[in-house]
């Protein structure tokens, strides 16, 4: 057992009203620089819909993460070893401005100049690339609340695994459903940003997993742009270097949540400590699709196991993140409880932050547009829901279904046990027996209730303000070791903790 820290996260679906105060908080912070205006490192996406870059999830298309080759070997999608040389100058993967969008602002001069008249003065929208006047065709959440649904939603990825009469009933205006996604770097355990680069700027903090980029090794090869899948990685087209989401690792330095969270109106974010065994990692980045959400789970350790525990003081993890991996949140909802999911784990990079999906799009019924409150009958009518399981479980479990109608029985099941006893209407023996088939105890679902609806932000965000050279004390471990995948991976993850950097 070789036992590591990782810094993780789970955003609660459910709780998302799509009011995008996270992005402009992390905005305000951190893009508001010229050269990245277009960067929004935390962005929220209405899905079904193309997202930001438009279709990012269309791997065919921009060769991020990971794949296995034919000797099941883990190779990036964007370079192979040789390859990497070739792409240094031109990648055709590589999003353009378009894809993003291009930047304005406002000449709002115009309001106080304009000569008196008829009309209403406007400020007219200048472009942030070019300081000229412009038509807005496109914006960050330009599909936002399923706006313009034909021409956007209906291009999103993960219904190419709904039939036509799927997709047709997903977009009955009657019935029609969303969701929103919230997004940031996943910080992932596999980068394949981190593999990809090939002046060696990306780099993984070995005591607690968070992805940086050293900008003064940058030199804004965009490697990394093209290899994460998640499309986190930035150009900034007026330093030349590439940025990506720090996790606010100032904050969390000093023990206060990033300023996503810290911000978040829905309080559907939640931030703990994972321990994990490194040695079951390439278990898990190699697993066969139908079980990638199993096989990560299997990596995450009980952090109240005496061995883990000893382990993890023994490969020098300080005793603090021991503490908090105890009092983790994330372990609750993504291991003991099960209900939160990766992103696409088929991309192969172990993401770590988690998502709980959500419950209220699925509730409703296709076709009748019925809000289903009793849980027998939600259960039976799970493939006849608003928001298909076919869809969730493409975003979610690599399309397995079972997996995420688990986590829809399992929500619904708590959601049914508080009705008995807020709202009085319903049989305990029928409850006992929804609880049974969703496989959970009351005591657990009184503790997801109590996690989910009621936690300040003290249970929500646990952890330790501990300061980087005091968490390296003693601590002398690659993040990611050439034994653990024998090397095979051969591109370059063995960036040891940068001391300072
Ligand atoms: Fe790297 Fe973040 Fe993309 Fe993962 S999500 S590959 S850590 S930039
Ligand atoms: Fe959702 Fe919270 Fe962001 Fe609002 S601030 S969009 S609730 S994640």
Redesign the pocket.
């Known amino acids: 057992m070789d036992v590591r820290a990782h810094v993780s996260m789970v955003f609660h679906l459910d709780k998302c009203i799509g009011c995008h105060t996270c992005s402009v908080a992390c905005k305000n912070v951190w893009t508001d620089s010229p050269g990245a205006e277009y960067m929004w490192w935390n962005n929220v996406e209405t899905k079904p819909g193309t997202g930001y870059p438009t279709r990012w999830e269309d791997q065919m298309n921009y060769k991020g993460g990971w794949e296995l080759n034919k000797n099941r070997e883990l190779v990036l999608r964007s370079q192979s070893k040789g390859g990497a040389l070739a792409k240094l100058f031109y990648n055709p993967r590589q999003p353009g401005l378009d894809d993003y969008y291009e930047p304005w602002t406002y000449r709002y001069q115009d309001l106080f100049d304009a000569p008196s008249g008829d009309d209403q003065p406007t400020a007219v929208p200048i472009s942030q690339i070019t300081g000229e006047p412009m038509d807005i065709e496109a914006g960050p959440n330009w599909d936002d609340d399923l706006s313009g649904s034909p021409i956007y939603a209906e291009n999103d990825p993960n219904l190419d695994r709904l039939t036509e009469d799927e997709r047709q009933m997903l977009f009955d205006v009657e019935s029609i459903a969303m969701m929103y996604l919230p997004r940031i770097?996943?910080?992932?355990a596999n980068?394949?940003?981190?593999a990809s680069c090939p002046s060696g700027a990306l780099y993984k903090r070995g005591e607690d997993g968070i992805?940086l980029v050293n900008q003064e090794k940058c030199r804004g090869w965009r490697a990394c742009v093209v290899a994460?899948?998640?499309k986190?990685?930035y150009y900034n087209w007026q330093t030349g270097k590439s940025e990506?989401c720090i996790l606010c690792y100032p904050r969390v330095e000093t023990g206060q949540p990033p300023a996503c969270f810290h911000s978040c109106v829905g309080r559907i974010r939640y931030m703990g400590v994972l321990l994990y065994d490194a040695e079951r990692m390439v278990d898990a980045m190699k697993a066969p699709e139908a079980s990638l959400v199993e096989a990560q789970r299997n990596v995450l350790l009980d952090p109240h196991d005496r061995e883990v525990a000893a382990a993890a003081e023994a490969n020098g993890i300080s005793p603090k993140f021991i503490a908090a991996a105890q009092q983790s949140p994330v372990y609750k909802y993504v291991k003991e409880w099960q209900l939160a999911l990766p992103l696409h784990p088929e991309f192969r990079?172990l993401?770590m932050l988690y998502y709980v999906p959500p419950l209220l799009p699925v509730m409703g019924r296709a076709g009748d547009g019925i809000y289903e409150h009793e849980a027998e009958e939600f259960f039976t009518h799970l493939d006849k829901s608003r928001l298909p399981m076919k869809f969730l479980a493409s975003l979610f479990s690599a399309g397995n279904l079972d997996v995420v109608k688990a986590v829809m029985k399992k929500q619904m099941a708590v959601r049914y046990y508080k009705r008995a006893q807020d709202v009085d209407d319903v049989d305990a023996a029928k409850v006992q027996r929804v609880l049974r088939e969703a496989h959970l105890t009351p005591e657990q679902a009184e503790a997801i209730y109590a996690l989910t609806a009621l936690a300040p932000m003290t249970e929500r965000y646990v952890m330790p303000p501990i300061q980087r050279e005091e968490a390296l004390d003693g601590f002398d471990m690659p993040s990611c070791s050439p034994e653990m995948c024998k090397g095979k991976c051969g591109l370059g993850m063995t960036q040891a903790p940068q001391r300072g950097a």
């Open positions: 770097c996943n910080h992932c980068p394949s940003c981190v992805v994460c899948p998640y986190k990685m990506k990079t993401p």
